[in-house]
């Protein structure tokens, strides 16, 4: 079962000249960090720096989050989100044919941008603005676990389908971790903080999954250690159930300030997902013939947990999960984004968070997607 636990995610702001720089050598340090050779460190840069001098350009400011990404398999990349809420784009497949530039960048493009990147995907609307996700992963060295395709044969996906269609799933090129699911996620720590209170777990094989958000009482370290001791807890034994975990997540958990937490499980062989939440933790479950809101019971995990109940619903290849903690605002609407749930579930989360963070709390917002699936 492969895991993942919380990586760092790095907040660039894009609102000056001299940000394209900074956030250029972000990118340079993590992708270092990656282990990237110099030439896949130098294609990192190239479409860090587009991306941040279209936010300037097109949109005055936004912002740019960089991941770490690290495969089971000892791959390494890092994964760039860039988002500004700016005009948008009147086409995006326009936006992406070769050369096109409408305001003096340096003229590498959204094509190009796509070609360098092992992963690519994008949303746009006028008066919506515009969200890039992008994974750049460090090709695998020969008999290590197999060479990727040529770029040109990991990006078949017509020009003219960006908007409307699902995103490309499951590219298989040996270089990045292969799950039943797509994972897309924003973690940030509220304005004025460095280190953040919330945090989030997956564990996922070909058939079920496992996955945690937890939101430390308070901010700062020691939310932050709260929110970490819950996510180690339950990927210790991420098969049992999830009201189990969410006790076992209970009792490590009295010794700190305590959390709200949500744990579910998804099993894809029976189609069920199952939720075990205490606190402010919203959960939305989609399948292919409704959305529902699974409900999570008032209290503290570590501290005042009166009681702990499953609630289910239905999981199907059509299925897409949402979860987000209190620092995301509850009113908003993916019907109100036309083509948006079609997306890779980062951009999704990304434009979550930037039309809805509060901004006076942490805020995660994750969302898992079958790989199988379509449009939910």
Not at 55 to 65: F, N, Q, S, T, V
Request: net charge negative; hydrophobic share 45%.
């Amino acid at each position: 079962m492969e895991t993942i636990l919380n990586p760092l995610q790095l907040c660039c702001p894009v609102s000056d000249p001299t940000h394209v720089a900074a956030v250029r050598r972000a990118a340079a340090e993590l992708g270092a960090r990656a282990g990237m050779d110099a030439v896949r460190a130098g294609e990192l840069a190239i479409v860090v720096t587009e991306a941040a001098s279209n936010i300037l350009k097109h949109a005055g400011h936004g912002e740019i989050l960089l991941r770490p990404l690290h495969s089971a398999r000892g791959a390494a990349g890092v994964e760039v989100l860039a988002l500004d809420a700016g005009p948008g784009m009147a086409s995006l497949a326009a936006s992406l044919q070769d050369g096109r530039t409408t305001a003096g960048s340096y003229g590498v493009g959204l094509g190009a941008m796509q070609r360098l990147s092992t992963r690519f995907d994008a949303y746009s609307a006028p008066g919506q603005g515009s969200v890039v996700w992008m994974t750049l992963w460090q090709q695998a060295p020969p008999g290590q676990h197999g060479q990727p395709p040529p770029q040109s044969q990991q990006l078949q996906q017509p020009l003219q389908a960006l908007q409307a269609q699902p995103s490309q799933q499951g590219m298989g090129d040996g270089t990045q971790p292969v799950m039943a699911l797509e994972v897309g996620v924003v973690c940030q720590p509220m304005h004025g903080e460095t280190i953040c209170g919330d945090s989030w777990a997956l564990a996922c094989d070909a058939t079920s999954a496992t996955v945690l958000v937890a939101d430390g009482l308070g901010h700062g370290p020691l939310a932050a250690d709260a929110s970490r001791l819950a996510a180690h807890t339950v990927l210790a034994n991420p098969a049992l159930p999830a009201a189990v975990l969410l006790q076992d997540a209970h009792t490590a958990l009295r010794a700190t300030r305590g959390a709200a937490a949500a744990v579910v499980r998804i099993d894809m062989l029976a189609g069920q997902v199952q939720l075990a939440g205490v606190g402010n933790i919203a959960c939305h479950a989609w399948s292919a013939e409704a959305r529902r809101q699974l409900v999570s019971h008032n209290g503290i995990v570590g501290s005042n947990m009166r009681k702990v109940q499953e609630f289910g619903a239905p999981w199907d290849h059509g299925g897409m999960l949402i979860l987000h903690s209190d620092g995301l605002a509850t009113r908003w609407n993916l019907d109100d984004y036309p083509g948006l749930a079609g997306r890779h579930p980062a951009v999704i989360a990304a434009v979550l968070y930037r039309d809805f963070s509060r901004g006076r709390d942490d805020v995660t917002v994750l969302v898992l997607r079958d790989r199988q699936g379509g449009q939910p």
